[in-house]
């Protein structure tokens, strides 16, 4: 892909690839934040099972 | 600056990863795209077919289930577009090799098609009612010559609309968005003021598989489906999130739970008129007048649809062939118009649903374990954009070891369900086929990386972060 590349985007995305690589990175995320997929999906699940059992 | 310039700027700004400062969605901004783009045709259909085979509440669970667990489970790829910035189909080739990510667009290309199809017929189907409404020629009136000639027409025009580069997204914005809007406020209207929820808890599905435990699975296969079909479009908007938890949230609240606000007002008004068909429904219960607005909305709502998805694929080819003209990159949708000469695909949709299903669940299966239990979330991003491939080179570009897994993942999902004959195996009715297919091409792919004449023996496990 880079050869496809003009001369100028090619120096711009190797100076983006080393911000990248000097940790110029978005805030991570903390595995306790994953609480709230998981407890929505664990509410989802316990109603199906509530429903399929009452059928 | 032209069209041409605006596209190339877009595919520039595609190809290189985006930084942190320049992240433009925030949690609520992020769920508002996430649904703006995703409720459309298939959420109404999908609803539909649901509530055909369902009751109300067995239907809204199976909806909520079918829709939400497949984006949990494809969660932790939304942290590698984030972290990043990279599109889905440069982020794929640490787990796929470049080759490989290449083999995976091409097959996301021809699903594109379905889902094209699917909006511009079923904008077909609410043409050939307006035409109805009107008095209009016979002929035109028809499934089989009308609803074809309008699908044609129809992907023409959104393919014109896409061609003329980003103006795509800003007429999606400003007429799809709110045309939507008001049809999910008309199915409000209808089904909780006009009918009371008394009634609709009552109603019975018009079309019930001889046993409840067939149907639930069935309509939670359906939603399967929609829900993985997400896969390929993670890293176009995940890439712009400002934090990890934003595009993690985003992605699973917008795509995985809020947009099933469709599918379920789809499958209540489904239940209350007896038909799947949302052009069918809309004129049983809004009447001549409202019914005839509603599918004006509709007609609006899936031209722009039609159109997002005809930019997304040429942006996504251009993103990896850069050299090919914008034009040509369009063109690559152009086999869609063939899907649309008769009503068999649209009629097919869970079907489609169930192949988009199984090739999805492998395919994240596979990246999914890749990137937490054989990359253990250590990237190297300058590979990633290397030429040659890097240390993601894997064997003359492809990981085998991804391949074979996605090949025996369909393969158990065929034994399980054939969606072609609607044949459910012996486990189909207690673990469905598309969540087991994730875990199994997951589970296989981590044993398959360890032998060195599938993977090449790359140094692919023990990239940088």
Redesign the interface.
């Known amino acids: 892909?880079?050869?496809?590349?003009t001369p100028e985007?090619q120096k711009?995305?190797d100076q983006?690839?080393e911000?990248?690589?000097k940790g110029?990175?978005?805030?991570?995320?903390h595995i306790r934040?994953?609480w709230?997929?998981?407890a929505?999906?664990g509410l989802?699940?316990l109603?199906?099972y509530l429903?399929?059992a009452?059928? | 600056m032209s069209g041409e310039q605006h596209v190339e700027r877009e595919v520039y700004f595609g190809i290189l990863p985006v930084l942190r400062g320049e992240r433009q969605f925030g949690l609520l901004d992020f769920i508002l795209i996430q649904v703006g783009f995703g409720i459309a045709a298939w959420s109404f259909l999908v609803g539909g077919y649901t509530g055909f085979v369902l009751p109300a509440l067995p239907a809204t669970a199976a909806i909520l289930f079918g829709n939400a667990l497949p984006l949990l489970l494809l969660c932790p790829l939304a942290i590698l577009f984030v972290r990043y910035g990279v599109e889905t189909f440069i982020g794929a080739r640490s787990s796929l090799g470049p080759v490989g990510s290449n083999i995976f667009l091409v097959i996301f290309a021809i699903l594109n098609l379905g889902w094209i199809t699917m909006a511009c017929f079923m904008l077909g189907e609410s043409a050939i009612r307006v035409v109805g409404a009107f008095g209009g020629p016979e002929s035109l009136q028809s499934r089989e010559i009308g609803a074809p000639i309008f699908a044609i027409l129809a992907f023409a025009v959104a393919w014109w609309i896409a061609h003329g580069g980003p103006l795509a997204i800003k007429f999606f914005i400003r007429v799809g968005v709110p045309a939507m809007f008001l049809i999910i406020c008309g199915l409000i209207l209808y089904i909780f003021i006009a009918q009371g929820v008394d009634k609709v808890l009552a109603a019975q599905p018009s079309q019930a598989y001889d046993s409840m435990r067939r149907s639930l699975a069935s309509a939670i296969e359906w939603n399967v489906g929609l829900g993985f079909s997400w896969l390929p479009y993670f890293g176009q908007w995940n890439r712009l999130a400002h934090s990890e938890k934003s595009g993690v949230w985003g992605t699973y609240l917008g795509w995985g739970v809020v947009l099933n606000v469709a599918a379920i007002l789809g499958a209540l008004t489904a239940l209350l008129v007896g038909s799947y068909e949302p052009t069918e429904w809309m004129v049983q219960a809004g009447g001549p007048l409202f019914g005839l607005f509603g599918l004006v909305l509709l007609i609006l709502a899936n031209l722009t649809s039609a159109s997002v998805l005809v930019y997304s694929q040429g942006i996504s080819i251009k993103t990896v062939f850069p050299r090919w003209s914008w034009t040509l990159a369009c063109l690559t949708a152009v086999p869609a118009a063939l899907l649309m000469l008769t009503p068999t695909v649209y009629d097919s949709y869970v079907t489609f649903l169930g192949y988009v299903s199984f090739i999805m669940a492998s395919f994240g299966g596979v990246m999914v374990a890749d990137l937490m239990f054989v990359k253990k979330w250590r990237i190297s991003i300058r590979d990633l954009y290397d030429n040659s491939g890097g240390i993601y080179r894997y064997v003359n570009g492809v990981n085998w070891a991804a391949y074979v897994a996605v090949v025996i993942g369909g393969i158990f999902y065929f034994w399980t369900y054939d969606p072609v004959a609607d044949r459910a195996g012996p486990l189909f009715e207690y673990i469905t086929a598309g969540i087991p297919t994730f875990f199994i091409s997951g589970i296989l792919y981590m044993a398959l990386a360890r032998v060195p004449a599938l993977t090449g023996n790359t140094e692919a496990v023990g990239a940088t972060s």
Request: net charge negative; hydrophobic share 55%; glycine share 2%.
């Open positions: 892909m880079r050869r496809h590349l985007i711009e995305l983006r690839i911000a990248i690589e110029h990175l978005p805030d991570p995320m934040e994953w709230l997929p998981l929505i999906t989802i699940i109603f199906l429903v399929a009452g059928q």
